[in-house]
């Protein structure tokens, strides 16, 4: 069940599934078996053929992830969508299905670490070439393009410091050189920002994070907006040049706009095998019903706590678009008006007090997670960010005295309260400046 007139919170209770007979469940049935009864031998041949679509074995296709599948693919403004065990493999297996062996990337130097590593010693083993540029400048992305490049990765918001990007500006600077654009849309979600409207062509998720929205499971996804060109067969020989794994058909042929999902299915779930469990796709639908509520309810919070924390005289720093010092302050209002999720940073003047702070607070959880129920805290470049060498970290803005806060559901005030209370006894006391962090923290 669907309907492109639906706005987000009508979709993401109603999209993709509708009770019915014989038991007519509400909530979405929990397909939880590996494998698939062909009612007759013809049948069979048809599906391990990729001839019909259906169900042959759960690695690739199950019905209860299919439905996560139409849910946020309808959310994200897509054709389709691919969902995986993790948010890691999702951006794995999205550039992937881009790259015909050791091709080129161009990424923002303002990613999630577990991504920057990803880049830049995974897939450097593998040969993948990537240049990292200023996800503010758009010149910089087509001076980094070669003949090579197969795409363009981004976060639509950063990962700890809430930079935004002008997407519609860097999607032209793409196409123009027929590059395609994946943006990483986890710290929004599509409740806040949908990177499709602005010209993406690949989303994608950890849907671990706001998604499901409480802690509880992880998964991923990858949504495909359907229109980006892939028929030159030369630049894109997986999707458009016959293949002796499609029997001597091109993707292209066979599946139209549905190709590169077709790759991603067929090829990358099936060969490599980052599944999505049924039972963790029914968390995640679960938790998507609440999305929207829940992203305004974390917005208000977010607003509570970088107020109260920008008139204190410990914190150096509130880094949130909804302050007038943030680079992306303008950006925000133009592209962002429902708020850009439930992440903030800030610096602490002192950084040495960052772990006496952390271990004052009693509603924060320090946990290496974002997006839950539940408030949480990090020491980013000691924790998600401790591969970054320093260079890395003074270009992704992160300091020894940054703290990453996800706000989570909790009353307002009692959030504000916990955090002052664990700030006010260090007072101005020290007027430390905040330096790059990598040598103060070894140190
Ligand atoms: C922006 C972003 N992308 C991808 C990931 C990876 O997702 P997962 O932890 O579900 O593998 C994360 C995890 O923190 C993230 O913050």
Redesign the pocket.
């Known amino acids: 069940m669907a309907s492109s007139t639906w706005r987000n919170a009508t979709t993401e209770i109603h999209s993709g599934y509708a009770p019915s007979a014989p038991h007519r469940p509400m909530t979405v049935p929990i397909y939880n078996s590996a494998a698939y009864q062909f009612p007759d031998y013809a049948t069979a041949a048809k599906l391990f053929a990729l001839r019909e679509p259906g169900y042959t074995y759960s690695r690739t296709g199950n019905p209860t992830v299919a439905v996560l599948e139409e849910r946020a693919a309808a959310l994200e403004g897509g054709i389709g969508a691919i969902a995986t065990a ?4 999702a ?1 794995a297996i999205s550039l992937l299905a881009l790259l015909q062996g050791p091709g080129h990337l161009v990424a923002s130097n303002k990613l ?1 670490g ?2 920057v590593d990803l880049l830049t010693d995974t897939f450097a083993d593998f040969g993948v070439s990537v240049s990292f540029v200023d996800p503010a400048d758009p010149a910089a992305w087509a001076a980094a393009i070669t003949e090579k490049t197969r795409g363009f990765l981004l ?1 639509s918001v950063s ?1 700890p410091l809430i930079t935004l990007v002008d997407l519609r500006a860097i999607t032209e600077v793409a196409h123009a050189a027929g590059v395609p654009v994946v943006v ?1 849309n ?2 929004a979600t599509p409740a806040a920002y949908r990177p499709i409207d602005f010209g993406a062509d690949v989303v ?1 998720h ?4 706001a998604l499901a929205g409480h802690g509880s499971v ?3 996804l990858v949504i495909d907006a359907g229109t980006f060109d892939f028929s030159d067969a030369a630049r894109w020989p997986q999707i458009a040049a016959p293949r002796a794994r499609y029997y001597g058909d091109s993707l292209l042929d066979r599946y139209g706009s549905k190709a590169y999902l077709m790759l991603l299915r067929s090829k990358f779930l099936h060969d490599l095998g980052p599944t999505l469990p049924a039972a963790s796709a029914a968390a995640i639908l679960t938790g998507i019903e609440t999305l929207s509520l829940r992203v305004a309810k974390a917005q208000g919070n977010v607003l509570a706590l970088t107020r109260a924390l920008a008139a204190h005289p410990a914190v150096a720093t509130v880094h949130h678009p909804s302050e007038h010092t943030h680079p992306d302050h303008a950006l925000a209002a133009r592209d962002f008006p429902r708020g850009t999720g439930c992440v903030f940073s800030f610096d602490l003047k002192d950084p040495a007090a960052v772990p006496g702070l952390v271990d004052s607070l009693r509603l924060f959880a320090l946990a290496a ?2 997006g839950d129920t539940r408030s949480l805290v990090v020491h980013p470049a000691a924790m ?1 960010h401790c591969r970054l060498n320093a260079s890395q970290l003074a270009t992704a803005g992160i300091k020894a005295g940054t703290l990453r806060i996800s706000a989570g559901l909790e009353d307002a005030a009692d959030l504000v309260a916990d955090l002052l209370g664990a700030l006010d006894p260090l007072g101005a006391a020290s007027t430390t400046p905040a330096a790059t962090p990598r040598e103060t923290i070894n140190a």
């Open positions: 993790t948010g890691q493999s951006v999630y577990g991504t976060e990962n990483d986890t710290l994608v950890s849907a671990t994070k992880l998964g991923g997670n974002i998600t």
